[in-house]
């Protein structure tokens, strides 16, 4: 059975720092591209940030420079360091788990920046 499951979301105020963890199971985590996506009240999800089996990373314009994707794959870990966070990161942030056609999905984490 797969799971990834993602922690470290939470309420922080502008400007601070949050780092979210997703811990896979089920699946060979190294040969997996990962990727973080979030979803805003009343909005479509979207592509925050994706980082290959090379280590190969991307991010959506409004993240960059501030977010960092790494992942461990001697502990089946993708994380998402996040920095300066602004009110409009608010949101629950997806972990995702994606080769060829297969995808995978955590149940999300919620983040709240707000004063």
């Known amino acids: 059975q797969v799971q990834l499951v993602e922690s470290g979301g939470g309420l922080v105020q502008p400007g601070g720092s949050l780092r979210l963890s997703c811990a896979a199971s089920g699946i060979n985590f190294s040969i997996y591209n990962m990727g973080w996506y979030r979803q805003a009240p009343g909005k479509q999800r979207e592509l925050v940030a994706t980082i290959t089996v090379g280590d190969s990373a991307n991010y959506r314009d409004s993240v960059k420079g501030r977010f960092t994707i790494s992942r461990d794959n001697a502990k089946n870990t993708v994380y998402l360091q996040m920095n300066s966070l602004k009110p409009e990161d608010t949101a629950v942030y997806y972990c995702?788990?994606?080769?060829?056609?297969?995808?995978?999905w955590g149940q999300g984490t919620q983040v709240t920046v707000s004063s």
């Open positions: 995702n788990a994606f080769m060829n056609i297969r995808a995978y």
